[in-house]
């Protein structure tokens, strides 16, 4: 008896990840624009609550939005990848986690925040090391510009509030006063005392890298 119950609680191991896995792949937690098109999305009935909504735009491997998302499960979480790789990693750490308060897009940050995100819909925007675009032709690029800037502050709610961080000083020079031309900014260097947010601030700071940020306000 004592073995076929071990065979239970091994076969049940394997079936709660397995069926977190096939939830979170549901059109409700990963959205494809490819699919659905770029149409405006109802928060409240994409999370099933009207609780603040947090938005990152590049979400790497997904360590700020899956230790931001379990330190407050009462927030609900938005992340933007493009990297389809990274995306399915991101995936695969909500689905083992069991993390209900996030949803997933795969696609251009900029193509989401104009065609699928309402006015006033978003609490807060994290942007953590953007792709810096560093040849002058590419730099119509970038994710810190006045057209995806005014898009940000669109959909951010009164008084809500975004931060952008770098390690690239050109980029950092640049982007800054365009962001204090549309919103109240702060710019800041993050001290020793400030936790790393992503893999590439933990890394480059053993590297001895410069970080600069900029906090904003709508």
């Known amino acids: 008896m004592r073995g076929c119950f071990a065979k239970l609680v091994a076969h049940a191991s394997h079936f709660r990840p397995f069926r977190m896995m096939r939830r979170v792949n549901d059109p409700r937690f990963v959205i494809d624009p490819r699919q659905s098109g770029f149409v405006r999305l109802d928060l ?79 609490d807060e925007i994290h942007i953590y090391f953007p792709d810096p675009w560093p040849r002058k032709r590419e730099q119509k690029r970038r994710m810190i510009r006045a057209e995806a800037l005014m898009e940000m502050k669109r959909v951010l709610v ?43 601030e933990a890394k480059y700071r053993e590297e001895g890298r410069e970080i600069f940020e900029v906090r904003f306000w709508r």
Not at 89 to 112: E, Q, S, Y
Not at 166 to 179: F, G, K, Q
């Open 44 to 122: 409240a009935e994409l999370f099933g609550n009207t609780r603040r909504v947090v938005l990152e735009i590049g979400s790497g491997k997904g360590r700020f939005l899956i230790a931001a998302a379990t330190s407050q499960p009462d927030v609900n979480f938005i992340g933007i990848e493009k990297s389809l790789h990274y995306h399915r990693l991101i995936r695969d750490r909500v689905a083992r986690r069991g993390l209900t308060n996030i949803r997933l897009i795969n696609h251009d940050a900029f193509l989401v925040l104009r065609g699928m995100l309402p006015d006033a819909s978003i």
């Open 158 to 200: 009164t008084g809500g509030s975004g931060i952008y961080v770098t390690d690239h000083r050109d980029y950092y020079e640049t982007a800054a006063p365009v962001i204090e031309s549309i919103f109240r900014g702060e710019r800041r260097i993050p001290t020793p005392a400030d936790p790393a947010r992503t893999n590439y």
